[in-house]
């Protein structure tokens, strides 16, 4: 599976998104073969190469053969995409960038969404930027937090704010980052495109970068005015290696019952979490407190976080990435007098450091038969012991 992620650190608009998917490899002449054949007003599309501030970056531009009829509606635009010839997931990404668009501009014009209308220009990236996710074989999106810019621009209907209100509609939801900058960063298309298409807004931590793409945009700016769009992959656990990558979730309390936290570690175990131990502390004006810790992997960190936020009465949760030496794992099973236990043994290579039974069965076994835990304890750790010998 591909999975891409949208950089917005400056913002994001159609032009950029689709620039910045050309320079990551996306195949322009498979682009454009498939937008030729929609029933739109003819136009060619030019991607240059150009430097912007000292980035490496694809610019396109589009022209037409013509000034008339630059814009469709809404329910011309999905009768055409629903009739074409476009790829099934190209024409469910572009269908859904349009709706959410379409409803978007009607709620602020205070008419229907089928009588909203496109630029052309947009029209094109949009679909265009989702046939370019279709020639890369993109599966799923992420994005990082977009900024907005602020300040004001003239339009067709006056003076208007940055962002634009359509803009701030379609970002609804979607997590702004911080960048003081005057200006439109993010365009409506562009928001379109995050709120319709992104899985998931992330930081990037945790993840493998297997190749960058930059798509250069319009504005000049103090900063580089362009997209940045990544594939990207999880640090993938292999539970043979020797060492690994893990998160360490902390948070700290004054306030909870014991009952409390003995719910909140069961449910974080539940959901994946290696391992939960709580710390005895003094916190503000020496009161006694616990520091909840949890090891958890790369993939369930924000499961196991939001279930320290949702059980516990912490206001936050702090994370850190840790890399353990960890040994190789297995299981064998010993027959006792009093039924079959497992035996956790930990290796590195061929040789066995150490070993112990596990707990549940010893404690079904010790039930059961009515003898001593350590008694089925220390069988089971003679049998292994003897077992390994044995090899």
């Excluded at 205070?110 to 209308?117: C, K, L, M, P, T």
């Excluded at 006056?158 to 209100?165: N, R, W």
């Excluded at 103090?222 to 539970?239: C, G, M």
Aim: aromatic share 8%; glycine share 8%.
């Amino acid at each position: 599976m591909k999975t891409l992620y949208l950089d917005c650190t400056f913002g994001i608009a159609g032009d950029r998104a689709l620039a910045a998917l050309i320079d990551l490899g996306a195949d322009i002449s498979y682009i454009v073969g498939h937008l030729r054949k929609l029933p739109i007003e003819p136009f060619g599309i030019e991607v240059h190469n150009i430097t912007n501030q000292g980035i490496a970056a694809k610019k396109i531009s589009i022209f037409y053969q013509s000034e008339k009829n630059q814009h469709q509606g809404a329910q011309e635009i999905s009768k055409i995409i629903a009739e074409s010839e476009l790829p099934d997931k190209t024409k469910d990404r572009s269908l859904a960038i349009f709706h959410e668009f379409a409803n978007a501009k009607g709620k602020l014009n205070g008419i229907d969404s089928n009588e909203v209308y496109f630029e052309i220009a947009s029209i094109i990236e949009i679909i265009g930027f989702c046939l370019a996710l279709e020639s890369l074989e993109i599966e799923e999106i992420f994005a990082s937090p977009v900024p907005a810019g602020f300040g004001h621009k003239m339009t067709a209907h006056g003076l208007y704010p940055i962002p634009s209100p359509v803009t701030l509609e379609l970002l609804k939801g979607i997590p702004l980052a911080e960048l003081n900058v005057q200006g439109e960063l993010t365009t409506p298309t562009g928001a379109g495109i995050l709120r319709s298409l992104v899985k998931k807004f992330i930081t990037i931590g945790g993840h493998v970068v297997d190749k960058i793409g930059y798509g250069a945009g319009e504005t000049d700016f103090d900063h580089p005015n362009v997209l940045r769009a990544l594939f990207i992959f999880p640090i993938k656990q292999d539970p043979n290696q020797e060492r690994e990558s893990i998160y360490i979730l902390e948070a700290q309390l004054d306030d909870m019952t014991g009952e409390g936290l003995g719910f909140a570690m069961e449910r974080l175990l539940a959901a994946g979490a290696l391992d939960v131990f709580y710390t005895p502390v003094y916190m503000k004006k020496n009161r006694p407190g616990t520091l909840v810790t949890v090891l958890v992997s790369l993939n369930q960190a924000d499961r196991c976080e939001q279930i320290l936020l949702e059980e516990t009465t912490t206001l936050g949760v702090r994370r850190s990435m840790w890399s353990r030496n960890i040994l190789d794992r297995r299981f064998i099973e010993v027959e006792t007098p009093y039924g079959p236990i497992r035996v956790k043994q930990a290796c590195r290579g061929n040789k066995i450091l150490h070993q112990a039974p596990e707990y549940e069965d010893v404690a079904r076994a010790a039930r059961e038969h009515k003898v001593p835990f350590q008694t089925v304890y220390q069988y089971a750790m003679k049998l292994a012991m003897n077992e390994q010998m044995g090899d």
